[in-house]
T-cell receptor, first 114, second 115 residues
Framework: AQKITQTQPGMFVQEKEAVTLDCTYD???????LFWYKQPSSGEMIFLIY??????QNATEGRYSLNFQKARKSANLVISASQLGDSAMYFC???????????FGEGTQLTVNP | ETGVTQSPTHLIKTRGQQVTLRCSSQ?????VSWYQQALGQGPQFIFQ???????GRGNFPPRFSGLQFPNYSSELNVNALELDDSALYLC??????????????FGPGTRLTVL
């Protein structure tokens, strides 16, 4: 079984600054994938970035990067140069080798202030 | 490339009724997963369909059932609706089976309200 913990219910950041959203995970699988999704108030879950457990380098996608620390079982999302449109709920999720289901955390509500 | 679509967007039902939610997968995808997201929580996995067969189920009672069609679109059926079934129902499609790299792409969701 997998478990995702997001300890920050809400985060605030000034426009153009960087922000880190925390995610820790627990699994007994040797291979797993970690995902981050963005959910605006409209409800659609938007895929942002993926990190595989055996990837040696941290994943990056544009302004998004994933700070992966395997020994600490953490997969924090870093958003650089925050924009007003980044205000949304952010979910960390993982998938193990036992199946294809995604296990989600409870999410972090990010608010970007002008 | 067409993304994942869901219908209807909103639905209001009363306790005891039955509901059918629909999902069209993204072009080229053969796997569909359904999730229930209660207000203020993360999505919970209901089940997944791969090539018209159920491939994994979460902790949901049998009154939650599904289908996948030859064109890989899918339906989620919920019988004997309860108040706690009120939630956003998300459908996600992906291109492969049981791969940790297989990214799931979500539709806009159907918001179900049970009165």
């Amino acid at each position: 079984a997998q478990k995702i913990t997001q300890t920050q219910p809400g985060m605030f950041v000034q426009e153009k600054e960087a922000v880190t959203l925390d995610c820790t995970y627990d699994t007994s699988d040797q291979s797993y994938g970690l995902f981050w999704y963005k959910q605006p108030s409209s409800g659609e879950m938007i895929f942002l970035i993926y990190q595989g457990s055996y990837d040696e380098q941290n994943a990056t996608e544009g302004r998004y990067s994933l700070n992966f620390q395997k020994a600490r079982k953490s997969a924090n999302l870093v958003i650089s140069a925050s924009q007003l449109g980044d205000s949304a709920m952010y979910f960390c999720a993982m998938k193990g080798t036992s199946g294809s289901r995604l296990t989600f955390g409870e999410g972090t509500q990010l608010t970007v202030n002008p | 490339e067409t993304g994942v679509t869901q219908s209807p967007t909103h639905l209001i039902k009363t306790r005891g009724q039955q509901v059918t939610l629909r999902c069209s997968s993204q072009s080229g995808h053969n796997t569909v997963s359904w999730y229930q997201q209660a207000l203020g929580q993360g999505p919970q996995f209901i089940f997944q369909y791969y090539r018209e067969e159920e491939n994994g189920r979460g902790n949901f009672p049998p009154r939650f059932s599904g289908l996948q069609f030859p064109n890989y679109s899918s339906e989620l059926n919920v019988n004997a609706l309860e108040l706690d079934d009120s939630a956003l129902y998300l459908c996600a499609s992906s291109s492969g089976l049981a791969g940790i790299t297989d990214t799931q792409y979500f539709g806009p969701g159907t918001r179900l309200t049970v009165l």
